[in-house]
């Protein structure tokens, strides 16, 4: 029988360090000099091991986005946004490259509802042994209203939620990187924390690789729907035209 699910150690989770909430902890990734398990280097961007792998029969690294603590994908720079996007999907795919794993997880916690613990700007790069995130994923995940495209790149607000309500799609082909794709995650997380109909503190990336595309879904996060914590239903809400128009008039509308 295949595994379907992925096993928590609890025992490594306690010790786990938690600062979103709890301001009174010390950052670990700001201690640079302290860090162990570092696997490469871009300037202020470091992938390491991670130091807590609560995830069994997994490969655990951390990608260090920046060494602001208080730093904000919504707001990197151009040249920054570019060389942390660039970095991360290398290193996934060359994970996902290696053959060593069925399959290999990208994704960003950003907030107190992400799921992360924290508070400095980091992803995660994770590679499962046993599990291929691609059997629950499809390409229609990534079907949606278009908001902006570029040869090669679109970015869209999905029609078919896959956990439910308002979830921002940017695609690209694999073949290449194109800058359009990080301007789009960007754009589409700084609505969310800058201009959602209702407040907004936390989102989250989910990476895909399926077939000859490379797709970012940038969520954003609130107490999760009890009919897909149930039934696995998402539920679509009704004003979808109005958010991606909304998007269009701040981001691409010629001022």
């Known amino acids: 029988m295949e595994n379907s699910h992925l096993h928590f150690n609890t025992s490594i989770g306690v010790k786990k360090p938690e600062n979103i909430r709890n301001k009174e902890q010390a950052c670990p990734f700001c201690e640079r000099d302290q860090l162990t398990g570092i696997?490469?280097?871009?300037?202020?961007?470091?992938?390491?091991?991670?130091?807590?792998p609560v995830l069994e029969n997994t490969y655990q690294?951390?990608?260090?986005?920046?060494?602001d603590c208080h730093g904000d994908l919504s707001t990197y720079s151009n040249e920054h946004l570019h060389r942390l996007i660039r970095f991360g999907l290398t290193a996934w795919l060359d994970m996902e490259k290696s053959g060593q794993y069925r399959s290999v997880i990208f994704f960003k916690n950003h907030g107190p509802l992400s799921g992360g613990t924290i508070a400095h700007p980091h992803m995660q790069i994770v590679g499962l042994r046993d599990i291929d995130y691609r059997e629950k994923s499809s390409h229609d995940m990534f079907e949606g209203l278009l908001i902006a495209e570029n040869p090669g790149v679109r970015f869209t607000l999905s029609t078919k939620p896959r956990v439910g309500f308002y979830e921002f799609n940017i695609e690209m082909e694999d073949s290449g990187y194109r800058e359009e794709f990080a301007e789009y995650i960007q754009k589409a997380v700084h609505y969310i924390l800058n201009h959602f109909p209702f407040k907004a503190t936390s989102y989250?990336?989910?990476?895909?690789?399926?077939?000859?595309?490379?797709?970012?879904?940038v969520v954003s996060r609130f107490v999760t729907t009890p009919l897909y914590i149930g039934y696995g239903i998402p539920q679509v809400p009704s004003n979808l035209e109005w958010m991606a128009e909304e998007v269009r008039k701040i981001y691409f509308e010629i001022m």
């Open 61 to 67: 690294t951390v990608l260090i986005e920046t060494d």
């Open 204 to 217: 989250n990336i989910f990476f895909h690789h399926l077939d000859d595309k490379i797709y970012a879904k």
């Open 39 to 52: 696997i490469a280097v871009d300037g202020p961007i470091i992938l390491l091991k991670n130091k807590y």
